[in-house]
């Protein structure tokens, strides 16, 4: 069987702007065999452009056609949904540079939908204009659930948290796109022209990267570098297909990365 891979990015490939050992080894193994391959995030903030360089500061070679972020998900599913629409906004350049990539008019008047993603600079008076737009009837979209993001000097709000308030203000909540929705794997497998029983997902959290695999109908692989342990995915009442230490356990084993079947 011909495996192609869905790897999440922040504590499977890189770990606070550091590479994982052996992660470089793994990408180079399937660029050199033509595995075809996506690195998915659920930050919004960045470009696939954007995520390229700061991939290759880590020293990783990832094309940006290989780089798959909740921005892009989101701009695929309103594109099924609303062709041609219109948003009030409330991201980055990652957001708003794909919105604009499927035609989409970003406006606070009288918009289709109200987006939130994410942003380092949450405004008071962009989050009080959302708020009174889904009031009007804006349907209301997140990018994903993350309810917190990491910086140097800790926790920062990030979209979930932010989409709570909004929630709180209005009664109204928001459609996440972004992982654990498995809408995100299957936005993903439709870009690359792939299929779900040939498709894996290597995640480090066992609550959104190993939920959207598993409920998209792929086999899944949980790394032990990012926020789970072995004790900590014994809790949940589902299991991934493989438990292994790092990414640098494939390599070597990208043609056959379940060799137990």
Do not use: C
């Amino acid at each position: 069987m011909a495996w192609t891979y869905l790897m999440d990015m922040d504590g499977v490939l890189v770990h606070e702007e550091h590479l994982v050992p052996g992660a470089d080894k793994l990408i180079e193994e399937l660029r050199a065999k033509e595995i075809r391959f996506l690195v998915l995030t659920n930050n919004s903030i960045y470009t696939p452009r954007d995520l390229r360089a700061r991939l290759q500061r880590t020293g990783l070679d990832v094309p940006e056609s290989a780089i798959w972020t909740s921005a892009l998900a989101t701009a695929m599913f309103l594109d099924s949904q609303r062709p041609d629409g219109s948003a009030f906004v409330i991201g980055e350049a990652g957001l708003t540079t794909a919105l604009h990539e499927i035609g989409y008019v970003l406006t606070d008047r009288d918009p289709d939908y109200v987006i939130l993603g994410e942003t380092r600079t949450y405004s008071f008076t962009a989050i009080t204009t959302a708020i009174r737009l889904v009031e009007q009837g804006a349907r209301f979209i997140a990018t994903n659930p993350d309810a917190t993001g990491p910086s140097r000097e800790g926790s920062l709000p990030a979209t979930g948290s932010v989409a709570a308030l909004i929630e709180r203000a209005t009664g109204h909540a928001p459609y996440f796109v972004g992982k654990p929705n498995p809408l995100m794997m299957r936005s993903a497998l439709r870009s690359l022209g792939a299929h779900s029983e040939s498709t894996l997902m290597i995640g480090d959290r066992m609550d959104t990267d190993v939920r959207s695999g598993l409920e998209a109908g792929l086999r899944t692989i949980l790394v032990m570098t990012g926020i789970s342990s072995a004790d900590t995915a014994e809790r949940f009442p589902y299991r991934p297909s493989r438990v292994i230490d790092s990414v640098a356990d494939l390599v070597g084993q990208a043609d056959d990365p379940f060799p137990d079947g």
